[in-house]
């Protein structure tokens, strides 16, 4: 497997599951993220992890949960979610060094949530 | 103050044509500025990148122009072809916590 790897690929899930999402990176970075993407709205950044810090977009429901337990591994636990919580997440990862921002995203994983 | 304007939302384009999409900021501190390509079923891939001690980056048939006074960066995609066909983010920053435009649907017919 090469660069950023998500699965499921596809989640169908009801307000009353609990979920989980799988991120790998294989780029030998130090960070990762989780993106939603939702038709017509801006990429929106739910959370960092890196060695030093975990960020958090205060906006994001306390029904997701990251967790990030090595620098290759980033999940995105989900429970009790809301129907408009259905779209495209997207994991990212980047390697923090200096000023180099670039980050290589994996293919998502499309969720409805019924 | 965060916010990164990005227009049109769609656009049609024959092929050999030029496309050309635009991106406004807001936050004078941004000093990144990076595309984005995304194809149907795969994640956004980055294009090309620019910092605001140029004006101009071209790889290839890309090329971004940026406008530091008028806080306004810009993709060019010269000689289109049907296989650009994607959706196209801006995105802008000064930390690796990047603020996406809303993105651009690119179509190019032969």
């Known amino acids: 497997e090469t660069g950023v790897t998500q699965t499921p690929r596809h989640l169908v899930m009801g307000m009353t599951n609990k979920k989980s999402l799988k991120c790998e990176q294989h780029l030998g970075h130090n960070a990762m993220y989780w993106y939603k993407q939702s038709a017509k709205k801006p990429l929106e950044l739910m959370f960092v992890?890196?060695?030093?810090?975990?960020?958090e977009n205060n906006s994001v429901p306390s029904r997701f949960s990251p967790e990030c337990p090595n620098s290759s591994h980033l999940f995105l636990h989900l429970h009790t979610l809301q129907p408009e919580d259905s779209a495209l997440y997207l994991c990212a990862s980047s390697l923090r060094q200096g000023f180099s921002y670039e980050q290589y995203f994996g293919p998502g994983t499309r969720l409805t949530v019924t | 103050q965060q916010q990164v304007k990005q227009s049109p939302q769609s656009l049609i384009v024959q092929k050999g044509g030029i496309s050309i999409i635009n991106c406004a900021y807001e936050?004078?501190?941004?000093?990144?500025f990076p595309w984005y390509q995304q194809f149907p079923g795969k994640g956004p891939a980055l294009l090309i990148a620019?910092?605001?001690?140029?004006s101009e980056k071209k790889e290839g048939r890309f090329t971004i122009s940026f406008n530091k006074s008028a806080k306004q960066f810009s993709l060019h995609i010269m000689d289109s072809q049907p296989g650009d066909s994607a959706t196209y983010f801006c995105a802008a920053s000064n930390t690796d916590k990047l603020i996406f435009g809303t993105g651009t649907r690119l179509q190019v017919f032969p």
């Open positions: 992890y890196s060695l030093e810090e975990r960020v």
């Open positions: 936050n004078t501190a941004f000093d990144y």
């Open positions: 620019i910092r605001p001690d140029v």
